[in-house]
């Protein structure tokens, strides 16, 4: 206890000094980034529209701009982000009509958790009836495991009222529900088509190209378009720099009439060579996420995956204690962490296995650079996407729908494109402090909780279980922050460096030596090389100084 004290005081010491030291980088990167945005300017004032068809002649099926359609507003997609916004602007008086591709119920193995900060979105909206009646399960925070030993990290819920946590849920309920509630109000309609094209007018995106559920061609017009279309989105080119990653995959399962060692808690396993989650979506069922890096995973279909379990695991059966078994047999983690989760969840996942309902998606990564389109705007995963490791995609998405709604609540008009487009590029802006908070940080906390044969990386995983594990500040001030009730991004960076300081710490004291040195110094350069990148995509300047940018001033046009 001791040497903890001790390598905190040297942390305490230093931090101040290294934010320092950040907030002159910082004015470095900003420099570049008004370079970057000035190009962009540009490039949209000389008329860029890449991908978008121009519509010129009235077809079959249309409803023209001059013949009073009636939309003001029209969304692609009714996802969470599209059904979500539907609701909130038409309970605003907008008239809405929803474009979605499937209507029916959708099955995922992500966006099943949602955090407190989303839950309070939730609430700002008037959608926090949409996790009753599905069976939806309270979430206290998260217990961390690694190498047997294990610590609780509860979400700082103390300010809040009794009903404010996070929740977890089957995903396809969800919707559902906000669906059928947005599809109450008479000004809402909800139609199913997939939308094949954005129909352009002297560079101003006036509707849609839809192709109906019987193949009917249709066009739709409404003075704004929000797209709301996915990861997937066939949309997104025209409205944005799609700079898509896929880090890994998730391997999902469903585990069945079992307990996790804490209630109430979503589980983080930082397994080799990548973390796994555990946490329950209803009463009796509780989703298992085995991350995988890199973008392939053995196949289901073939059989390649369960031949492997019924060929390996029987050989192995004898050295069989926990659920992480299986896991060890298909060469994603080693021996040696086989111990880590209680054995009462080993039926369980067999079970699970032998049910064969395996299930995997990529896990993808994008920062937001849109292009600035009159009369168009994105939202949701086909705008921005993180890691799911920290589960704040439907938080950035709801708050996203908050800053939205407040933007449009003065305008009455939304037909005078060039001037709502120039004052809903605020909207960038305003989103960025809580967005860009859990996006740096679902980045960096990934690439941290992965194993790595790096010693300095080695160092930094071990640390940060241990600053978790310290208790008081240092476990709810990084749980505030991924839980989106307090999303600061310098706090994030401060907290950021305050563990790779302590990783340092715990190797300098209490006698130091060259290669321990030499160890620190690439743990910060490390440290550095993780979340730098990271900020930079994000937006130094919109992330950390968002009074400097001029479009937070815009007021909203007048309409005579």
Request: aromatic share 8%; net charge neutral; hydrophobic share 40%.
């Amino acid at each position: 206890m001791e040497m903890v004290f001790d390598n905190y005081i040297v942390g305490t010491f230093l931090v101040p000094l290294f934010a320092f030291l950040f907030l002159f980088i910082l004015r470095r990167y900003n420099n570049n980034n008004n370079n970057d945005n000035n190009t962009r300017k540009k490039r949209f004032e000389k008329g860029y529209s890449r991908e978008i068809k121009t519509q010129t002649g009235a077809g079959k099926g249309e409803c023209s701009p001059g013949n009073g359609s009636g939309n003001d507003v029209i969304i692609v997609g009714a996802g969470v982000a599209g059904a979500a916004l539907a609701y909130t602007l038409g309970k605003d008086g907008r008239r809405v009509h929803v474009i979605e591709r499937d209507l029916t119920e959708p099955d995922r193995i992500v966006g099943e958790l949602l955090q407190p900060g989303g839950y309070l979105k939730l609430v700002e909206l008037g959608l926090e009836d949409c996790v009753e009646d599905i069976d939806a399960q309270r979430v206290l925070g998260y217990a961390l495991f690694k190498d047997g030993r294990n610590t609780k990290l509860s979400y700082p819920l103390g300010k809040f009222q009794a009903d404010v946590s996070g929740r977890s849920f089957h995903n396809g309920r969800f919707i559902q529900r906000m669906r059928e509630k947005a599809a109450t109000l008479p000004n809402v309609k909800l139609e199913q088509g997939t939308v094949t094209s954005l129909l352009e007018e002297k560079g101003t995106i006036i509707g849609v190209q839809y192709k109906t559920k019987d193949g009917e061609e249709l066009r739709a017009y409404a003075p704004l378009t929000i797209v709301c279309d996915g990861c997937f989105s066939n949309l997104r080119r025209s409205l944005c720099n799609p700079k898509v990653d896929v880090p890994s995959c998730f391997v999902g399962l469903v585990l069945e009439n079992c307990e996790l060692p804490f209630s109430n808690h979503g589980h983080v396993i930082l397994a080799d060579p990548s973390p796994i989650l555990l946490y329950p979506i209803s009463s009796t069922e509780v989703r298992c996420l085995v991350d995988v890096p890199g973008k392939k995973v053995p196949s289901v279909a073939n059989g390649e995956m369960a031949n492997h379990l019924k060929t390996v695991v029987a050989q192995q059966v004898s050295c069989i204690d926990c659920p992480l078994k299986t896991l060890f047999y298909h060469g994603l983690i080693e021996e040696s962490v086989l111990f880590q989760v209680p054995p009462e969840l080993l039926d369980a996942f067999i079970a699970a296995v032998d049910k064969g309902n395996i299930r995997t998606m990529p896990n993808r990564s994008m920062p937001a650079d849109p292009h600035p389109t009159p009369g168009a705007l994105l939202m949701g995963d086909a705008f921005n996407m993180r890691h799911p490791l920290t589960g704040g995609g439907m938080t950035v998405a709801l708050s996203d729908i908050v800053v939205l709604r407040d933007l449009l609540r003065p305008l009455h008009n939304l037909h005078d494109a060039a001037s709502l487009t120039s004052y809903l590029e605020s909207f960038y802006t305003l989103r960025k402090p809580v967005a860009s908070t859990i996006n740096t940080l679902a980045g960096a906390l990934y690439k941290v909780f992965s194993a790595s044969p790096d010693e300095a990386r080695k160092e930094m995983r071990q640390a940060c279980f241990d600053y978790l594990s310290l208790g008081g500040v240092f476990s709810t001030g990084p749980v505030a922050l991924l839980s989106g009730l307090n999303p600061r991004p310098l706090s994030l960076v401060l907290h950021f460096f305050a563990v790779a300081i302590y990783g340092v710490g715990r190797l300098l004291l209490p006698f130091p030596s060259f290669q321990r040195m030499w160890i620190g110094a690439r743990l910060i350069s490390s440290a550095s090389g993780i979340i730098f990148p990271i900020i930079k995509a994000e937006g130094v300047r919109q992330m950390f100084f968002p009074a400097t940018v001029p479009a937070v001033y815009r007021a909203p046009p007048v309409v005579n």
